[in-house]
């Protein structure tokens, strides 16, 4: 019996991830550590107690965000590595609001939130326009863009939010998404109510993508440029919109750090690492919404567990980077996964 | 302070920040130019660092002064090594460039701590005693004018990666070697037709730029940084890639680009010792090579082309 595509689809992400986590212990045992007390102890870190599942809720909320940041570009044909830039201006411009108004909660905490937005947007129409307009292949802005972001925010942190301090004042606590009722849940991990906002736009997502015209047109151009153009769609246009809407997404992520997790913007000596990670989400979640949040869940949690591998089984905790980079990696080379899944799939009919 | 005291700090620091810089984007112009892109430069410097580094501290007491050296032909073997992961990947599992490019650059900075903790338990490596120091080049040194500029108070791997700039440009553009593999670059079925090996080409355009990648990382870490951590290498490959572009992919424009990028990092360093650029907010030097290769890119600066096939799979047999 050949396999449905759609079982191929959903395959392929699972193969990568137990390759991934496979070769991950292969390199355990090879260094000499006990692997079976790592993966013990990296679950205990994430799932063991009420404040692990809170602080894996807490790191799964910027995931999804920088997910479907990645994940809608991607459907119109862009890859947005300008995440983590276009995070960093949506942290600061959240922040920005979050210490400088004071103003009712209804008020605040949405305009910081929008804040957020905005600036995510508006850093990453730059390559939007540039593409549209120039043909710059976006890859490439996005990087630099990224860089300069992480300068610019850091000089803003510096000269403009503080008197030359390494971090901002705490925000207002009418800006800020923490909830005492998580916090009391979860036995007072960082939790916050962001994860709400990322679901609610893991919905957005699927409903501009699979509901409305704007998003067919999206997904058009991301397949077929050329014949988008011929059937009158304004590809310009849409190239700018969809690198905005995936900006808003990023910016969105910068919020839950800057008003959830921190409730302050700090300088930094170097990237966050959530936007490369949402790429490695967007990836494994097939670039659809219900693919993301699962993805997230899967990466957050090792993230967080990763904390307790020194802890308990004396592992270090980059070997989750290294087993989310192998993911990325056999993720990339599904054509070979999906090659082998068709030669076993062939044989077992003889 | 006069104008010649001014070069004498600027240069020699300037050709110092441009060294890992010119050999890191040597190394992505004959991956491109073979055809695959290659984000993942920087994670090979995070590997040449890791490497130099580690295999300096090791072996110090078995090569003395020649450390570095060694270290520096360790780097890139070993780099040459890890690129062949993103090969692999790239032109025979057809990954899509950019995505594994991001992946080489996690997996790097991951093995390369993990390796860390698991060799010296902390998550820094110590300071190097043997690095690359500051020298005056003999002979040229002596040149009047000249000598006190350009060669004196500078290291040896400046001029180092100069000369491979130079010989970089020799071999892509004047031997046959060369040709083939732009040919890959620009249209591999072309290429294919003319009887040349397509993937031998491109998985030697990656190799050498995991070598060159490698390379760079360990001049960095042994001339600048002299230890590694995760902070040691943060961004250098990226700006070696903005060179490789800023010099439209062309060995002796990315080592032009990259020594002009060498000095906005010296200069956001030393600026404040200089009279006329007190006054400029180190930001702006910070941002200058990023915002330089964007406008380059969109044409304002003469307009800057990728080889036409980079990036693109080449599968026999489709059109």
Redesign the interface.
Known sequence: MQMSSRMKNLLTPVIAVLLGVLVGTI?MIV?GYDAIAAYTALWNGAFGDVYFVGEVVRQVTPYILAGLAVAFAFKTGL?N?GVEGQMLVGWVAAVWVGVSFDLPRIIHLPLAVLAAGVAGALWAF?PGY?KAR?R??E???T??????A???T??IIRSVLSDGKERTDMIAESASLRSPFFEVLTDYSRMHWGITIAIICAIIMWFILEKTTTGFELRAVGFNEHASQYAGMNVKRNIILSMVISGVFAGLAGAMEGLGTFGYAAVK??FTGVG?DG??VA?LGGNTAIGVILAAILFGGLKVGALNMPLEAGV?N?????I???I??F???S??IRWFIDRISKKGVK | MGFMDILQIVIPSTLLWAAPLILTALGGIFSERSGV?N?GLEGLMVIGAFTGIVFNLETVQVFGNWTPWVALLVAALVGALFSL?HAV?TI?????H???G??????A???A??LV??IYDKGQTDIIQKGFRKIDIPFLSDIPIIGPIFFSNTYWTSYVAIIIAIIAWFIVFKTPFGLRLRSTGEHPMAADTMGINVTKMRYIGVIISGALGGLGGAVYAQSISSDFS??TI??QG??A??AM?FGKWHPLGAMGAAIFFGFAQSLSIIGNSLPFLQNV?S?IL??AP??L??LA???FIGRAD?PKASGTHYIKGSR
């Open positions: 390199i260094s890859f590595i730059i540039l120039f710059v292949h890859v490439i802005v990087i630099m863009l990224n860089h300069t992480l300068y610019v850091n000089e000596g170097g490369f790429i490695a990836l270090p980059e070997l989750v980077d290294i989310i980079a192998l990325i990696i993720v990339a080379s054509y070979i | 892109v984000i992961i990947a025979s599992f057809r990954a899509d950019t995505v594994s991001v992946a080489i650059n996690l997996l900075v991951g093995v701590l993990f903790k698991l995760h902070a943060s961004g990226f700006m890639l903005a572009i907010p930001v910070l941002i990023y915002i290769t964007i890119l969109t044409g990728a």
